[in-house]
Structures are given as structure tokens and as C-alpha cells.
């Protein structure tokens, strides 16, 4: 029974990916920031047994919760977490030509969160820092993307100046001759520009929209599954007071690495190394973690499943040194472009005698602003 | 249009342009002749690719400047994780290293291919 409960979701996962979903279809709608954003305050508080962040793209602002239904009862989440891109706002400042030299700046955003941990009494604030390094698969930074997108503008910019020069030639001997500023809102000529403008423009124009469109497409298509490479860092404090005042004290550190590859076409591979040092509160004493991580997503933009494998190293002074290891599968879905639902279900092997195998089933709501808003207007 | 007055007595004018925000943009720059729609300078193609300036000296002696108008044509498009973000397009115009005047124009990016013409009028003082 035990067994089956387990592999639920990847039964689930097959069934939904591999029959009505096509393989072409589903890489017709993949976006490239292909797993659901993470937050690494919101990992750092959570209880989620799997060590491993996920990539995603810097967003203005995400938010995660801990489930707000549990044992039949809506209960106020007991952990929550914003993530925030301050580079995402001097991006809109600055010139796109220095993209490049200062990426990890533009990718990287800072996470706040708290947990409120009822059973022992616990209260606790997080701090995390995320910061994409390497990515194959970003546009602003593709040579051979930017070169095929200036090839399309400067076409398109030639072809509208030579319309605007031919227009002006045979306005020039009207009683008012058309100018520049007749293309500018106020012109005298304005509407009789814009049709003539219009009527000679719009069908080359429909048609690089849709060449556009097709690299667009293809560079998705082509990518969204690309090399790359993501670090985080978290510190939580915490205590034991009911309100957080002076008395927080250090609790866990965390810091992570994840490299991300294409799994055939159709999905990513995952490998994370993440490592922790975490209070014991039972004896004061510090345990002290390390995982190594591999996951396989595979799926589609709006679901996708994986499974997982971690094992784990824990200098505990408590159990003596020890391995446990990790088995781990899940659903990641959004309801909404912007509203992400995780489950997460698996066993962990202690790799101490006398624990048992521990079975668990966690599930995590993320938000992020939808594609269509920024706050960096 | 916006109009900038100039010393005709002073140095060298000169345009720059300055492209903020995640897009790609290709320009052409112009200077049509006072009440003309003939080129005193240009066209001169551009784009934001590089980091080297944007700029352009207009011709001497500074004073035949007088009912020009600098022309930029520009023509951009961000990719479709940018969409909703700030664009700004500046022109500015210089005399003896400052800024006497420029023209802006700024928006929200649309993912699709987006134009702009900024007109800037010169006038001797």
C-alpha cells in the first residue's frame, strides 16, 4: 500500500504527460523558466526533505505559502515567503549592451520569509539570496538570437525610413508640406500620414510580427531546457518567544548549488549540491549536512513531474555521522500562468538503525507576477 | 518635437543617444535642412549591440545648424521575458561638453516590434 501511495504521482505524471500531451505540443508552450519558481528563505524554513533548488527566471516579485488547508481545517499558513529582484529594476535603468557584464547583478533576487512552527514553539525569520550565474538560454544574452532579432529591426527600420522619405517627396510641393513631425502625435498631417504610413507598412509588418513570433518559438523550443547554472544562500533565525524580539539566535544555514541540463528533448536533468549547518535544539549542538542531488523533470509548461534521488551526509553529534538518502517524486502544475502548486511525495531512509524508512507527502502554493506585469514599469 | 536653443558663437554641437531598458533597438539618425526635407547629415544607421557611444558631431560652422532638425527613427522590440518592462529612448544634444537640451521618449515594452521618432528643432540664440 505503502508502495503504491508512493508512486501515485508518477503514475499520475505518465498518464498526463506521455498521453495527452504530445512531446511537439508540449514544447510549443514551454516558457524557459521551466520549473516553478523557489525561493531559498522559503526552502530554508520548510520542511521539505529535498535539498535541491530549482532554476527559475528572476522575477519582479514571487511569493510562496505553506499550505492553508490542513487536516480538514483552513488554517493561516505557518510559513511564507517574498522574493524580490532589485536588479530586475536598474535593468530598466540602464543599457541593454552592458547586460552581460553585470548578469548575476540583473539575476539575482533577495528572499524574505517566516515560520511559525506551533508544535515546538518556534518562530522563525529567513533571509536568502538567489543568483542565476550561467544561462544558455537567456535572450538578452544570445549572440546568435540578438543578431537575428538587429537583422529583423534594421530591415524593418530601413523600410519604414525609406516609406517616411518617400512620403515626404511627394508631399513636399502641398501647400504645407509634410514633415518629421507629422509622424509625431500633434503633426498637421498626422492622420493622412498614418493611413498612407499604414497602408503600406502593415503587410510586411504583419509579416515580420510573424517572423518574430517563429524565433521567438524556436529559441524556446530550442532552449528551454538549456545548461545553466544557479547558487543560493539562506540564514534563518529564530526563537522561542511568542513574539520575535532581541532573543532570535542563529538556527540554520544553507547554501546551494544547482546545475541544470537537457534530459533528451523532453526534459531537464537537475543535479544539486546543497549544504547546511542547522541548530539541534534538543542538545544546542549544530548538525552540520551535506546532499548531493539528481532530479529529472519531465513534462510541460503548465505540469510536469519529476523524480528524485538524494543522499544526504550529517555530522550529527547527536546519531554519530551518518548517510540517509532520499527518494523523492512530485507534480508541479499551475492553475493560473501565475499560481504554482507543488506536491511533493516520497520516503526517506534515515540510514540510522533502528529508524524506519519515514514516508512523506508535502505540498507548497507559489505565486509570481503574471508575464504580461512588472512592477519596473 | 522639442525645440534647443544653441550658442552660435561657442564650440561644436553635438547629438547623443541613449537606449535604457532590456531591448534591442536599430536606429537611423538624421539632420534635415532648415525648411527642407533634404539631408544636411545622415542617414546614419545604428543600434544599441555595442557599448561605444552614440554620438554624432553635426557639421560646422555651428551657426548654419539654425532650423535644422535632428531626426531619430528607431525601431525596437524586447524578448517576451522582458515583456511589461520600462523602455526609455533619450536624445540629447551638447555644446562644449553640456547638455542644452533633449528629447525622451519612454513607454512600456510590448514583446512585439515597437517604433519611435524623436524630432529635436535647433535654434541659434
Same mark, same amino acid.
Given at each position: 500500500?505503502?508502495?503504491?501511495?508512493?508512486?501515485?504521482?508518477?503514475?499520475?505524471?505518465?498518464?498526463?504527460?506521455?498521453?495527452?500531451?504530445?512531446?511537439?505540443? $508540449?514544447?510549443?508552450?514551454?516558457?524557459?523558466? +521551466?520549473?516553478?519558481?523557489?525561493?531559498?528563505?522559503?526552502? $530554508?524554513?520548510?520542511?521539505?526533505?529535498?535539498?535541491?533548488?530549482?532554476?527559475?527566471?528572476?522575477?519582479?516579485?514571487?511569493?510562496?505559502?505553506?499550505?492553508?488547508?490542513?487536516? =480538514?481545517?483552513?488554517?493561516?499558513?505557518?510559513?511564507?515567503?517574498?522574493?524580490?529582484?532589485?536588479?530586475?529594476?536598474?535593468?530598466?535603468?540602464?543599457?541593454?549592451?552592458?547586460?552581460?557584464?553585470?548578469?548575476?547583478?540583473?539575476?539575482? !533576487?533577495? !528572499?524574505?520569509?517566516?515560520?511559525?512552527?506551533?508544535? %515546538?514553539?518556534?518562530?522563525?525569520?529567513?533571509?536568502?539570496?538567489?543568483?542565476?550565474?550561467?544561462?544558455?538560454?537567456? *535572450?538578452?544574452?544570445?549572440?546568435?538570437?540578438?543578431?537575428?532579432?538587429?537583422?529583423?529591426?534594421?530591415?524593418?527600420?530601413?523600410?519604414?525610413?525609406?516609406?517616411?522619405?518617400?512620403?515626404?517627396?511627394?508631399?513636399?510641393?502641398?501647400?504645407?508640406?509634410?514633415?518629421?513631425?507629422?509622424?509625431?502625435?500633434?503633426?498637421?498631417?498626422?492622420?493622412?500620414?498614418?493611413?498612407?504610413?499604414?497602408?503600406?507598412?502593415?503587410?510586411?509588418?504583419?509579416?515580420?510580427?510573424?517572423?518574430?513570433?517563429?524565433?521567438?518559438?524556436?529559441?524556446?523550443? %530550442?532552449?528551454?531546457?538549456?545548461?545553466?547554472?544557479?547558487?543560493?544562500?539562506? +540564514?534563518?533565525?529564530?526563537?522561542?518567544?511568542?513574539?520575535?524580539?532581541?532573543?532570535?539566535?542563529?538556527?540554520?544555514?544553507?547554501?546551494?548549488?544547482?546545475?541544470?541540463?537537457?534530459?533528451?528533448?523532453?526534459?531537464?536533468?537537475?543535479?544539486?549540491?546543497? *549544504?547546511?549547518?542547522?541548530?539541534?535544539?534538543?542538545?544546542?549542538?549544530?548538525?552540520?549536512?551535506?546532499?548531493?542531488?539528481?532530479?529529472?523533470?519531465?513534462?510541460?509548461?503548465?505540469? %510536469?513531474?519529476?523524480?528524485?534521488?538524494?543522499?544526504?551526509?550529517?555530522?550529527?553529534?547527536?546519531?554519530?555521522?551518518?548517510?540517509?538518502?532520499?527518494?523523492?517524486?512530485?507534480?508541479?502544475?499551475?492553475?493560473?500562468?501565475?499560481?504554482?502548486?507543488?506536491?511533493?511525495?516520497?520516503?526517506?531512509?534515515?540510514?540510522?538503525? =533502528?529508524?524506519?524508512?519515514?514516508?512523506?507527502?508535502?505540498?507548497?502554493?507559489?505565486?509570481?507576477?503574471?508575464?504580461? +506585469?512588472?512592477?519596473?514599469? | 518635437?522639442?525645440?534647443?536653443?544653441?550658442?552660435?558663437?561657442?564650440?561644436?554641437?553635438?547629438?547623443?543617444?541613449?537606449?535604457?531598458?532590456?531591448?534591442?533597438?536599430?536606429?537611423?539618425?538624421?539632420?534635415?535642412?532648415?525648411?527642407?526635407?533634404?539631408?544636411?547629415? #545622415?542617414?546614419?544607421? #545604428?543600434?544599441?549591440?555595442?557599448?561605444?557611444?552614440?554620438?554624432?558631431?553635426?557639421?560646422?560652422?555651428?551657426?548654419?545648424?539654425? #532650423?535644422?532638425?535632428?531626426?531619430?527613427?528607431?525601431?525596437?522590440?524586447?524578448?517576451?521575458?522582458?515583456?511589461?518592462?520600462?523602455?526609455?529612448?533619450?536624445?540629447?544634444?551638447?555644446?562644449? #561638453?553640456?547638455?542644452?537640451?533633449?528629447?525622451?521618449?519612454?513607454?512600456?515594452?510590448?514583446?512585439?516590434?515597437?517604433?519611435?521618432?524623436?524630432?529635436?528643432?535647433?535654434?541659434?540664440?
Amino acid at each position: 500500500m505503502k508502495k503504491l501511495y508512493l508512486l501515485a504521482p508518477l503514475i499520475l505524471v505518465a498518464s498526463i504527460t506521455y498521453s495527452q500531451i504530445s512531446f511537439r505540443q $508540449a514544447a510549443d508552450t514551454m516558457l524557459l523558466n +521551466f520549473a516553478i519558481p523557489d525561493q531559498p528563505a522559503f526552502n $530554508a524554513l520548510g520542511t521539505n526533505p529535498s535539498n535541491i533548488i530549482r532554476p527559475s527566471n528572476t522575477r519582479d516579485l514571487a511569493l510562496a505559502f505553506s499550505p492553508f488547508y490542513t487536516n =480538514g481545517k483552513v488554517i493561516i499558513p505557518p510559513a511564507f515567503a517574498l522574493d524580490f529582484s532589485p536588479g530586475m529594476m536598474y535593468l530598466t535603468k540602464k543599457p541593454v549592451n552592458n547586460y552581460e557584464k553585470l548578469y548575476a547583478l540583473y539575476n539575482t !533576487s533577495i !528572499s524574505v520569509g517566516t515560520n511559525i512552527d506551533s508544535a %515546538k514553539k518556534l518562530n522563525s525569520i529567513a533571509v536568502g539570496l538567489n543568483m542565476n550565474v550561467y544561462n544558455e538560454g537567456d *535572450q538578452l544574452k544570445d549572440k546568435d538570437y540578438k543578431n537575428a532579432v538587429h537583422a529583423m529591426l534594421r530591415e524593418r527600420n530601413d523600410l519604414r525610413n525609406t516609406v517616411m522619405e518617400q512620403l515626404l517627396a511627394q508631399h513636399a510641393h502641398d501647400a504645407t508640406p509634410w514633415a518629421d513631425e507629422d509622424f509625431e502625435k500633434g503633426g498637421k498631417h498626422y492622420t493622412d500620414l498614418q493611413n498612407a504610413f499604414t497602408s503600406q507598412l502593415a503587410l510586411v509588418d504583419a509579416h515580420m510580427g510573424d517572423r518574430l513570433d517563429s524565433l521567438n518559438k524556436d529559441f524556446k523550443a %530550442k532552449h528551454w531546457n538549456s545548461r545553466r547554472v544557479d547558487v543560493a544562500l539562506a +540564514f534563518v533565525a529564530g526563537n522561542t518567544d511568542s513574539v520575535i524580539d532581541k532573543k532570535m539566535f542563529f538556527s540554520k544555514e544553507m547554501f546551494w548549488v544547482t546545475y541544470s541540463q537537457p534530459f533528451t528533448k523532453y526534459g531537464q536533468w537537475l543535479i544539486g549540491l546543497n *549544504q547546511q549547518t542547522a541548530r539541534n535544539y534538543s542538545n544546542e549542538n549544530f548538525v552540520i549536512n551535506a546532499s548531493l542531488s539528481s532530479r529529472v523533470y519531465v513534462g510541460n509548461n503548465r505540469i %510536469k513531474g519529476f523524480v528524485e534521488l538524494q543522499g544526504t551526509y550529517s555530522n550529527d553529534s547527536t546519531l554519530a555521522s551518518h548517510w540517509s538518502d532520499l527518494f523523492n517524486s512530485g507534480l508541479e502544475f499551475t492553475i493560473k500562468d501565475f499560481i504554482w502548486v507543488s506536491l511533493d511525495a516520497g520516503a526517506k531512509n534515515w540510514g540510522v538503525k =533502528g529508524i524506519k524508512a519515514e514516508p512523506y507527502f508535502t505540498w507548497d502554493w507559489k505565486f509570481t507576477l503574471p508575464e504580461n +506585469f512588472s512592477l519596473f514599469k | 518635437m522639442t525645440t534647443v536653443k544653441f550658442d552660435p558663437t561657442k564650440g561644436p554641437l553635438k547629438v547623443c543617444f541613449d537606449f535604457t531598458g532590456p531591448f534591442f533597438a536599430d536606429y537611423t539618425y538624421k539632420l534635415r535642412e532648415a525648411n527642407s526635407n533634404a539631408l544636411a547629415d #545622415g542617414p546614419k544607421p #545604428g543600434d544599441n549591440k555595442n557599448t561605444q557611444d552614440d554620438c554624432y558631431l553635426l557639421p560646422t560652422p555651428v551657426e548654419q545648424n539654425d #532650423g535644422r532638425k535632428i531626426v531619430l527613427s528607431t525601431d525596437f522590440v524586447s524578448p517576451p521575458a522582458q515583456k511589461g518592462m520600462a523602455y526609455s529612448i533619450v536624445a540629447t544634444v551638447s555644446q562644449n #561638453g553640456t547638455s542644452i537640451g533633449s528629447d525622451t521618449d519612454s513607454g512600456t515594452l510590448t514583446g512585439d516590434f515597437q517604433d519611435s521618432l524623436l524630432v529635436i528643432f535647433l535654434q541659434k540664440i
